[in-house]
Structure formats: structure tokens, C-alpha cells
């Protein structure tokens, strides 16, 4: 199978695993900077300033597109038109009508869109969702949510990182977003946020919290910063990209009508049936997960097999729409200050 990866920064992460791949070749990509020129001279591989180029001009099976969150729908456009084969990163588009617009497209030019939430292929969020799914802490009634660390100060420099299309809402918020609704099966009904950018004063976010309902009652809590030094975040307490440092805390928490339940820790908090309630000690179980494997690895291992046509996308664009709507719900809601409904009537 022939793939190009379009972008060189998170790209890179792709393009080196590629190489290393069997049933994968890494035909070409794309950048159009000082560091793609670096990165693909390092690969060995043909490197094209203009992305459009490289497809018109390769023989190719697929498309990994890490390019800026604006650009996702014209290149998936633009791929669909020569029938290949896409994984566009998260967040699907920058808009919802994008988004629309993008899984449309690619139903009527009759590819395969997937959507690259790769923690969906991480085994401690599988594992989360088995003990979410196995009754061990009952009913869900709500989750806390907290993903808070301090970037670079240079990660700011890219341009389109602080406007209304970028934003720690949309690159980083997305992903816990989408942990949320894949482990919990939740279908969420409103949102309320508030946020400020006390911190830069740019454009976008500094600091979000919203507020979510789920159609079963259940009440959610998220907050995120992405200015702010602190050890809480999925990053920081997953351990699944060696480039952070590790802090062994909890990001997630999840409280049932039978006990509490902490992600990535997966320490349980319950009583026994004859003794419940709040004068009686806790018991303190931890269903501990060894060795898990990397998920951007088992998402190119499953990118590979819906390329050969064995399966189909295992995150759809609808499922990435879905996670999109509620960013925009928080968004909306942060702008209008006000509760926005995501029902449909
Ligand atoms: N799944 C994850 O964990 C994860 C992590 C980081 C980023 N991302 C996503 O990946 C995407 C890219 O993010 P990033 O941080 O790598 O962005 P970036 O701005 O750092 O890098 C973008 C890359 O695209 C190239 N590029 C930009 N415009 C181009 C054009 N017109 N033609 C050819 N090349 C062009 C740049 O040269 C660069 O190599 C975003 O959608 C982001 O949300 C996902």
C-alpha cells in the first residue's frame, strides 16, 4: 500500500512509523517549511511544498492528512476527487458544516473517510470502556474531566494555532471530548461553558469550563487549560507519547450509583452491601492494565486493513462530526453566554 503523509509535524509521527511497516510504503510528503525539508531529507522520501502536487502527481492507496485543522476539508476534497482513500487528523474540520460537507463528499466520490482520534485505538481507554460497560460502579451520574498543562511558549508562533480555527478547545479539548462520548456511550444534550484568555489574550481560549447533559441524566464537568503549569492532564498521566514527562495522578473521574472508578490509575472506591454509606470505610480495588501497546501504531495497523479493503473505518466521519458538535455547542455557548441545546427537534 502507497501513502503520503500531507504535513510534517505531527506527520512525522505517522511517516516514521510508516517506514518501519511492512504492508506500508511511504510514497511522499508534504510541507511546505524549514523543518518538512529536514524531516523528509531524514526519511528519504519525496517531498512536495504543494500538497496538491504530490497528489496529482503519485501513484498512491491512501492519505494521511495532518495538515492545519482550515485545511482538512479542501485536502480531503481534493483526495476524494482521485477516488483515494483518506485518515484526516482530529478534529474532522474546523466546523461542523465542514465536517458535513467533507463525509458527503466522500460518500459520493465513494471513499473511505476515517477520523484520526487515535486514543479510540488506546488499550487503557478500551479497558476504561469495558469497566465503564462491566456494571463495576453502576450507574453513571456524572464525570469529571481535566486536562490542564503549560505549552511551550513557541507552540504559539504557529499562526494559525491562535485563531478561531485552532485554539486548545479544538486541538487538545477534542481529544478528551471524544474519550468522553466513546467510553461512556453517552449522547450528550447540552452544553454550558464559560471561558477566558486572561493568560495570552489571543483570539482563542486560554481556559474553558463546560458543563455537559447527557439524555440519561447524567452530569458532566470539563476543564482545560493549556497555560497553566500542572500534572493533570491525559498526557502527562497516560504515558502513551514519550516526549512528556509522567506524573502518576488522574485526569478522569467517574462516579456511579455503586462506587467511583479514576483514569489511568483504575482505582475503584466501594462499599460491600452490608456496609454502605458514609460512615463505613471505602474499599479500594485497582484493575491495573500491564503493557499496553502504542495507539497511533494500531491505528496505522488499522488504517492498513481498511486500505485492503478487509474492514471499514473504525472512526467514521460521522463519528468525528458527533465530537465536533459538542466543541461547537461549548463554543456557542461561551460566545451567547447561554445553555445551548444540541437535541434535534
Ligand atoms: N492526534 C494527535 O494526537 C495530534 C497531535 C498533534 C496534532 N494533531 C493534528 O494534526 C494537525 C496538524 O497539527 P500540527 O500541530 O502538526 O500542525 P503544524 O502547523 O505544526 O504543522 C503543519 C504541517 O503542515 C504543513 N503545511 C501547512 N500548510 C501546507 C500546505 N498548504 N501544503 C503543504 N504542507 C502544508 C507544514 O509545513 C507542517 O509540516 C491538526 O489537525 C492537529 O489537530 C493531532
Not at 477566558?196 to 476543564?223: M, P, Q, W
Request: charged share 25%; proline share 3%; hydrophobic share 40%.
Amino acid at each position: 500500500m502507497q501513502i503520503a503523509v500531507l504535513g510534517l509535524n505531527h506527520g512525522y509521527t505517522f511517516a516514521k512509523q510508516i517506514k518501519e511497516m511492512k504492508g506500508l510504503t511511504l510514497a511522499a510528503v508534504a510541507g511546505n517549511n524549514a523543518a518538512a525539508m529536514e524531516r523528509a531529507n531524514e526519511l528519504e522520501v519525496p517531498l512536495y511544498q504543494d500538497y496538491k502536487k504530490l497528489i496529482d502527481q503519485c501513484q498512491l492507496d491512501g492519505v494521511i492528512i495532518t495538515l492545519p485543522n482550515h485545511l482538512h476539508k479542501e485536502a480531503v476534497k481534493y483526495c476524494a476527487d482521485q477516488g483515494l482513500h483518506c485518515l484526516v487528523e482530529k478534529p474532522i474540520a474546523d466546523t461542523t458544516d465542514a465536517a458535513r460537507e467533507m463525509i458527503d463528499y466522500c460518500e459520493q466520490k465513494q471513499v473511505m473517510l476515517m477520523v484520526g482520534h487515535h486514543r479510540r485505538f488506546s488499550e487503557k481507554i478500551n479497558h476504561l470502556k469495558q469497566l465503564l460497560a462491566s456494571d463495576i460502579i453502576g450507574e453513571l451520574v456524572g464525570v469529571n474531566m481535566v486536562w490542564a498543562l503549560a505549552k511551550d511558549r513557541n507552540y504559539y508562533k504557529e499562526a494559525w494555532r491562535i485563531k478561531a480555527s485552532g485554539g486548545p478547545l479544538l486541538i487538545n479539548g477534542i481529544h478528551d471530548l471524544d474519550n468522553l462520548l466513546y467510553v461512556t456511550n453517552l449522547k450528550i444534550e447540552s452544553a454550558y461553558a464559560i471561558a477566558c484568555n486572561k493568560i495570552r489574550g489571543f483570539e482563542v481560549e486560554d481556559a474553558v469550563t463546560a458543563i455537559l447533559e447527557a439524555s440519561d441524566g447524567t452530569v458532566i464537568h470539563y476543564f482545560l487549560t493549556d497555560g497553566v503549569p500542572s500534572p493533570w492532564s491525559y498526557e502527562f498521566n497516560v504515558m502513551e507519547n514519550p516526549i512528556y514527562h509522567f506524573y502518576e495522578e488522574d485526569c478522569y473521574h467517574f462516579f456511579g450509583t455503586k462506587g467511583s472508578l479514576a483514569f489511568p490509575s483504575f482505582r475503584c472506591f466501594r462499599y460491600s452491601e452490608d456496609q454502605y454509606g458514609w460512615k463505613h470505610a471505602l474499599k479500594e480495588e485497582r484493575f491495573t492494565l500491564e503493557a499496553p501497546g502504542d495507539p497511533i501504531t494500531a491505528e496505522l495497523e488499522h488504517f492498513e486493513a481498511v486500505l485492503k479493503g478487509d474492514i471499514s473505518p473504525r472512526v467514521t466521519g460521522e463519528e468525528g462530526l458527533k465530537t465536533l458538535e459538542i466543541l461547537e455547542a461549548i463554543n456557542l455557548s461561551v460566545q451567547e453566554k447561554r445553555k445551548v441545546s444540541l437535541r434535534s427537534e
